[in-house]
């Protein structure tokens, strides 16, 4: 399973999380591998990392982020704001 939760405290609670509700459903967990989706953001130091990964995140256009979900879930173009709740009734 391909996962990619935003830090590694959610990714250790989702891995735990996964592992027991495959047992619970009568499935041995050992053959559930779970694989995290990274970005490595590398630099000759700490700070310089963190200041290339602002640059990415500075780069990040929201809005086609929004497009494309847009696309996935079969919606009209210009349906969904950034900070708005998803429609109750999406397509099948």
Same mark, same amino acid.
């Given at each position: ?7 590694? &405290? =959610? ?17 041995? @967990?050992?053959? %559930?591998?779970?694989? *995290? &989706?990274?970005? *490595?953001? %590398?630099?000759?130091?700490?700070? +310089?990392?963190?200041?290339? +990964?602002?640059?990415?995140? =500075?780069?990040i256009v929201h809005r086609h982020g929004v497009a494309n979900l847009e696309r996935l879930l079969? %919606?009209?173009?210009?349906? %969904?704001?950034?900070?708005? +709740?998803? @429609?109750?009734?999406? @397509?099948?």
């Amino acid at each position: 399973m391909f996962t990619a939760q935003q830090t590694l &405290g =959610d990714a250790q609670a989702f891995y735990a999380d996964i592992k027991s509700r495959t047992r619970q459903a009568g499935r041995d @967990p050992e053959h %559930l591998k779970v694989l *995290p &989706g990274i970005v *490595p953001v %590398l630099g000759s130091t700490e700070a +310089e990392a963190r200041a290339n +990964e602002q640059v990415l995140e =500075d780069h990040i256009v929201h809005r086609h982020g929004v497009a494309n979900l847009e696309r996935l879930l079969q %919606l009209p173009s210009g349906t %969904l704001e950034l900070d708005a +709740e998803l @429609p109750a009734e999406l @397509p099948p």
